[in-house]
T-cell receptor, first 110, second 114 residues
């Protein structure tokens, strides 16, 4: 069964304290891995798509990496405005939908 | 470029009633998907529409139905509302049928069933 697992469920950081979020997946024939940011009560905001192992993408303080079984979202020197829930998703086998993890809720305090 | 829009923003309904949620896709996007997100969970796929036809469905009962119009906008209809239907309903659009395309979400409709 296609599955996405994110860890940790919650992460508290001090401003400037770098860390990583993990997304592991079990799906046959990966056709992309997606990272989204979601603020409370709002829709997910697209961040990155990764398509092959070894691929990396960066945006401001965020860098996403992909291996054959998992992806990491590295946050370098986070700021309070980076506080949000970060969601990871992969396409299902039928290629019609995204399967999401439960997300990691990040809180950054100053 | 206009992003994905949804209406209404919030909605309160009574158990047993029916509700219609609306979505306008991003310019140039021909595929619309609907997701349900319960509190503290990731979005769950309801169904997808491509060229006005449903071509993918998640594990949701038939009382969840939808439409896509020639301008690619879409509706989600839920009949016989149950308390467990309370959730954030998200619409997403993309430029192609396959889920490998980048998918952009609207702000969501918060449905509360009492």
């Amino acid at each position: 069964e296609d599955q996405v697992t994110q860890s940790p469920e919650a992460l508290r950081l001090q401003e400037g304290e770098s860390s990583s979020l993990n997304c592991s997946y079990t799906v046959s024939g990966l056709r992309g891995l997606f990272w989204y940011r979601q603020d409370p009560g709002k829709g997910p905001e697209f961040l990155f798509t990764l398509y092959s192992a070894g691929e990396e993408k960066e945006k401001e303080r965020l860098k996403a990496t992909l291996t054959k079984k998992e992806s990491f979202l590295h946050i370098t020197a986070p700021k309070p405005e980076d506080s949000a829930t970060y969601l990871c998703a992969v396409p299902n086998q039928a290629g019609t939908a995204l399967i999401f993890g439960k997300g990691t809720t990040l809180s950054v305090s100053s | 470029e206009t992003g994905v829009t949804q209406s209404p923003t919030h909605l309160i309904k009574t158990r047993g009633q029916q509700v219609t949620l609306r979505c306008s896709s991003q310019s140039g996007h021909n595929t619309v998907s609907w997701y349900q997100q319960a509190l503290g969970q990731g979005p769950q796929f309801i169904f997808q529409y491509y060229r006005e036809e449903e071509n993918g469905r998640g594990n949701f009962p038939p009382r969840f139905s939808g439409l896509q119009f020639p301008n690619y906008s879409s509706e989600l209809n839920v009949n016989a509302l149950e308390l467990d239907d309370s959730a954030l309903y998200l619409c997403a659009s993309r430029a192609g049928q396959g889920a490998s395309y980048e998918q952009y979400f609207g702000p969501g409709t918060r449905l509360t069933v009492t």
